[in-house]
């Protein structure tokens, strides 16, 4: 019930990924490294290797939980992540008016909850506020004790995904889900990851509401502040994981990296506010753009204070519109706009393994399901895109649709022989 029937996946399945296989193959390296490919296969298992930095399996990231699903950031869209079989759950962490960290992509509620239906906080509405740069309208969680934002109901942020559990779940706190977490892990007999992110740090810090000491005493009193630990820190601003290295965590960070849009007519990435520089970059008056973190001297300064680096997609295969004679963009599906359903796929860049030559993993965002989110060379199937992105070597795949993105690797070991 996933999935949208298309070309692909009403064809046979071994059909389309032989053929998207040779795809990637011919896309990515060329002929002559098929060729070789092919003479190799009779070698031996140790050659079969995954492009991994580590050589394992690409990890199935729960982006937000099943988010596809169910409204984002709950306990419940975590726990079917896990059911799924993702092996990390992704939770973005705002603080609360009373300092506890809870789970919420932007500290504007009125997009993920029901506030705006709520009388007795009516008045709390601020317009125009100020959230890195941007000015935004809405109900703050800096407004709200924990308390408070306990009698909200959660609502799925997308109006085109199942609308039927809006109100029925709660606000997730940091330590909830780290319960979960735990709980889960102990029950399955497999480790589930954590993969925390601070969200807006330098705003929050802005308003005396600091993410960073109270992420660390968290990983602190639950054992998890090594290397080994099943934590994958990330932000996108460099200062805030800086500060929390230099305070002594020591478990994995991720670098994550941003851009605005993409130019279809150019198929470059383009860069606007909030989404041109990390924030703490732009307050501190550091003009350089996300771009600048994937070149060679970009990503050797990331290697100073994080493990990893997380990337939109397009950093890694760019896309692209079909141009007309006029010099506009073309509506090739003719369904009376241009958008990504119009785009194709470009040759991929090398930044995987320029990431990988300096010993950082790569992890992409963000994997949908949606036809409308796929650009047309994978032909409506997502399964086609993880694909494409397995055989480039990514290290792990945040997905807002965990089961396929596990199915999506099953097919992908199991035709490669592993
Ligand atoms: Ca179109």
Redesign the pocket.
């Known amino acids: 019930m996933h999935y949208r029937l298309n070309v692909c996946s009403a064809t046979p399945v071994l059909v389309c990924v032989l053929a998207l296989t040779l795809i990637t193959a011919f896309s990515t390296v060329g002929l002559t490294s098929v060729l070789a490919m092919t003479g190799a296969a009779a070698a031996s298992r140790e050659d079969k290797a995954l492009p991994t930095l580590d050589g394992k399996p690409p990890l199935v990231i729960g982006h937000r939980g099943a988010s596809g699903y169910l409204p984002e950031h709950t306990l419940e869209a975590y726990q079917l992540a896990i059911d799924q079989g993702a092996e990390v759950i992704e939770p973005d962490f705002i603080s609360t008016r009373d300092g506890v960290l809870i789970a919420r992509h932007d500290p504007n509620l009125a997009t993920s909850t029901n506030v705006a239906s709520r009388r007795e906080f009516a008045d709390r509405k601020r317009v125009d506020w100020p959230v890195d740069g941007e000015k935004q309208t809405g109900w703050f969680a800096h407004d709200f004790t924990l308390a408070e934002i306990k009698k909200l109901g959660t609502v799925i942020t997308d109006p085109e995904r199942p609308q039927e559990y809006n109100g029925e779940f709660k606000v997730a706190t940091m330590q909830e889900i780290f319960d979960l977490v735990k709980t889960q892990s102990a029950k399955l007999g497999r480790t589930v990851i954590i993969y925390p992110e601070t969200k807006n740090p330098t705003y929050h810090r802005d308003l005396g509401l600091p993410l960073e000491d109270k992420l660390i005493a968290a990983l602190n009193a639950a054992g998890w502040n090594s290397r080994s630990a099943p934590v994958f820190v990330q932000s996108f601003e460099p200062s805030s994981l800086k500060e929390m290295r230099s305070k002594g965590l020591k478990t994995r960070m991720v670098q994550l990296i941003d851009g605005d849009d993409i130019d279809l007519k150019t198929g470059k990435i383009t860069y606007a506010i909030p989404f041109d520089r990390p924030y703490d970059w732009c307050k501190s008056g550091d003009d350089r753009l996300f771009a600048d973190m994937v070149t060679p001297s970009g990503l050797a300064e990331i290697g100073t204070y994080a493990d990893g680096i997380g990337v939109w997609k397009p950093y890694i295969v760019p896309l692209k519109g079909r141009m007309g004679r006029a010099g506009q963009l073309v ?9 990504l ?2 785009a194709t796929t470009k040759p991929p860049t090398a930044l995987v393994a320029e990431a990988h030559k300096r010993g950082l993993f790569v992890h992409v965002f963000t994997f949908r399901n949606e036809e409308r989110r796929l650009a047309s060379s994978y032909m409506g199937d997502p399964q086609a895109e993880y694909l494409q992105f397995f055989g480039l070597g990514v290290d792990g795949v945040f997905s807002e649709f965990p089961d396929t993105a596990v199915m999506a690797r099953e097919i992908y070991l199991r035709e490669g022989g592993r």
């Open positions: 509506d090739v599906n003719g369904d009376g706009k241009v958008d359903r119009d």
